[in-house]
Nanobody
Framework: QVQLVGSGGGLVQAGGFMRLSCATTVSISNINLMGWYRQAPGKQRELVASITVAGDTTYPDSVKGRFNISRDNAKNSVYLQMSSLKPDYSAVYYC??????????WGRGIHVTVSS
């Protein structure tokens, strides 16, 4: 079983930056994919970044150039660095892991509010 512990949310100004963290309770070598999702009020949850065990990253066009996902294998952690933030980026952000043995786990939501 896997537990995901996220941190780093809060309030930031438009144009600013924020770094989210997600630590796992198992080795990242046992996880095929780590990703970050967000869900704004009244909208569906959407992918904003992902990284494979090989280090390949994926971003939707809406956040390219602003979001960066990275991994620290020694700390069994992944990070999401967000810059040039917009007010419509305000949402609850979630860490997700897809394990090598076929299970999906979600972390607790992290609230991010971007002020005008």
């Amino acid at each position: 079983q896997v537990q995901l512990v996220g941190s780093g949310g809060g309030l930031v100004q438009a144009g600013g930056f924020m770094r989210l963290s997600c630590a796992t309770t198992v080795s990242i070598s046992n996880i095929n994919l780590m990703g970050w999702y967000r869900q704004a009020p009244g909208k569906q949850r959407e992918l904003v970044a992902s990284i494979t065990v090989a280090g390949d990253t994926t971003y939707p066009d809406s956040v390219k150039g602003r979001f960066n996902i990275s991994r620290d294998n020694a700390k069994n952690s992944v990070y999401l660095q967000m810059s040039s933030l917009k007010p419509d980026y305000s949402a609850v952000y979630y860490c997700r892991s897809d394990t090598a043995y076929g299970s999906i786990y979600w972390g607790r939501g992290i609230h991010v509010t971007v002020s005008s």
